[in-house]
């Protein structure tokens, strides 16, 4: 499905792999950000697994550096750190974040 809700800036498919439960309170999908597209400044209350499965893309932690990052690199945002990721200018990027969901029961 194609985003440009929920803090996504430009064109973004979101592929959702598996939702969160009470069993496993985390969640996954594919999401893929077109050339120039990167979400909007965000965060995670606990915090964020990121696989990149293809191509070329950035990510920024707020006050931080911009970082260049790229297929089957393996990112951990920590909690509470606001950040944004997305494609480079000139390059899609696929990745497959997953976080787990303060609010699931336990």
Do not use: C
Not at 42 to 54: D, M, R, S, W
Not at 77 to 93: E, F, L, N, Q, R
């Amino acid at each position: 499905m194609k985003n440009r809700n929920q803090g996504v800036q430009r064109n973004v498919r979101v592929d959702p792999l598996f939702p969160a439960k009470d069993a496993a309170p985390f969640s996954g999908a594919y999401v893929t950000f077109e050339p120039g597209a990167r979400s909007a400044w965000h965060i995670h209350p606990t915090g964020q697994h990121l696989l990149v499965t293809a191509g070329v893309g950035r990510t920024g932690e707020w006050k931080g550096k911009i970082e260049e990052i790229r297929a089957w690199r393996r990112d951990l945002v920590p909690p509470k750190v606001k950040h944004w990721h997305g494609a480079s200018p000139t390059t899609a990027i696929r990745i497959s974040p997953s976080r787990e969901h303060s609010t699931a029961k336990r």
